[in-house]
């Protein structure tokens, strides 16, 4: 069974717009929900995280909302730039193992 | 070094034969963990390290694999047997604590292994 979740395989958008990268999960004893990014031929890099006490977080141009009654979190880029293109995981902390989601490609196209 | 590293990068392996895969942490990372990515999909836990501790291996796919952390530095990920089905990308990651506060995974570029 898939924990967390990540329904759009890719999203595409306008430099200098919104990206908006959602993620829904099923286990309501996660403590923190972590966002990684990810290029080609290279490892997963974190990005920003929440713990499930709140409801966001913001960092620069990114920004995690967590809504817990509905089990989703949300990765806002504003503005999106090209070299934001990589794919996006979703991950979620339980005990020692940390539970990723299938990923998000984005583009942002100049 | 500055980062995580493994070895090799590729590694191709006709079916049946034993491969070790290592990973070299962050110096000082007390933490090891080992993932296993098939295409298109995102990272599976496989294992967790504390030092040279083995704290969690409930996500090793069957006894064909075994990992392993003798001096709480490199770490080897070992498959025997190899099968099809293990071709994927495994990854190795690292961070400082696990489990007081959340500390950031630090991933190495992984190693591709290709069962023919």
């Known amino acids: 069974d898939q924990q967390v979740k990540q329904n759009s395989p890719s999203l595409s958008v306008q430099e200098g717009r919104i990206s908006i990268l959602n993620c829904d999960y099923t286990n309501s004893m996660f403590d923190y929900f972590l966002w990684y990014k990810k290029y080609p031929a290279e490892g997963p890099t974190f990005l920003i995280s929440?713990?499930?006490?709140?409801d966001k977080n913001e960092d620069g141009r990114f920004t995690v909302f967590l809504n817990k009654s509905a089990k989703h979190l949300s990765l806002h880029i504003v503005p999106s730039q090209p070299g934001d293109s990589a794919v996006y995981f979703c991950?979620?902390?339980?005990?020692?193992?940390?539970?990723f989601g299938a990923g998000t490609r984005l583009f942002v196209k100049a | 070094g500055a980062g995580v590293s493994q070895s090799p990068r590729y590694k191709v392996a006709k079916r049946g034969q034993d491969v070790a895969l290592r990973c070299d942490p962050i110096s000082g990372h007390v933490s090891l963990f080992w993932y296993q990515q098939a295409l298109g999909q995102g990272p599976e836990f496989l294992t967790y390290f504390q030092n040279e501790a083995q704290l969690d291996k409930s996500g090793l796919p069957s006894d064909r694999f075994f990992a392993e952390r003798p001096e709480g530095s490199v770490s080897t990920l070992k498959i025997q047997r190899t099968q099809q089905e293990d071709s994927a990308v495994y990854l190795c990651?690292?961070?400082?604590?696990?489990?007081?506060?959340?500390?950031?995974?630090?991933f190495g570029p992984g190693t591709r292994l290709t069962v023919t």
């Open positions: 929440i713990s499930s006490i709140k």
């Open positions: 990651a690292s961070s400082l604590v696990w489990r007081e506060g959340l500390y950031e995974q630090y």
């Open positions: 991950a979620a902390e339980g005990g020692f193992k940390t539970i």
